[in-house]
């Protein structure tokens, strides 16, 4: 990711961002922060082991988050507090349809804060307009292409 332009213009670019390690997942994840405000939901994209809760920990990092964040598969919804706004995590892999997320207060969570969901592309009817979706590809052992767009 060294001697790049600036980030977020690349990461939406055809091309996006190439990161060689998980920190530099991690990295990337500090970067796409200043994204986040009451509201945003960033939805993470990609396969199995690409990195989504990687990039989520960069996130809550640079929020300034209490506490790492970790993959909310089994919980479906982690909160992340202590930052600059609330933070919660969202795993749609293990919902079997959107009107799960109702138990979940995930309408209740676009109103506090920010909102990162890993496996987004499950549910896209849950993604709101303005969702900045991240499509995350393993090109090979550690490294990964991020790409981004928004919802419309």
């Not at 961002?17 to 509201?39: N, W």
Request: proline share 6%.
């Amino acid at each position: 990711m060294a001697n790049r332009k600036p980030p977020l213009d690349e990461l939406f670019s055809a091309d996006g961002i190439v990161c060689e390690t998980p920190e530099e997942t991690a990295r990337l994840g500090r970067e796409v922060s200043v994204l986040m405000k009451p509201g945003t939901v960033i939805s993470l994209e990609g396969p199995l082991g690409a990195g989504k809760t990687q990039l989520s920990k960069g996130v809550a990092a640079a929020l300034g988050c209490s506490e790492e964040a970790s993959s909310p598969s089994f919980t479906i919804v982690h909160a992340y507090a202590g930052g600059r706004l609330p933070l919660h995590h969202f795993d749609f892999y293990r919902l079997k349809s959107s009107e799960e997320l109702n138990g979940a207060g995930y309408e209740d969570c676009l109103a506090e804060g920010g909102i990162m969901v890993e496996w987004g592309d499950r549910f896209p009817e849950a993604l709101p307009a303005g969702a900045i979706r991240l499509h995350i590809e393993i090109l090979s052992e550690g490294v990964r292409r991020i790409r981004g767009a928004r919802t419309s």
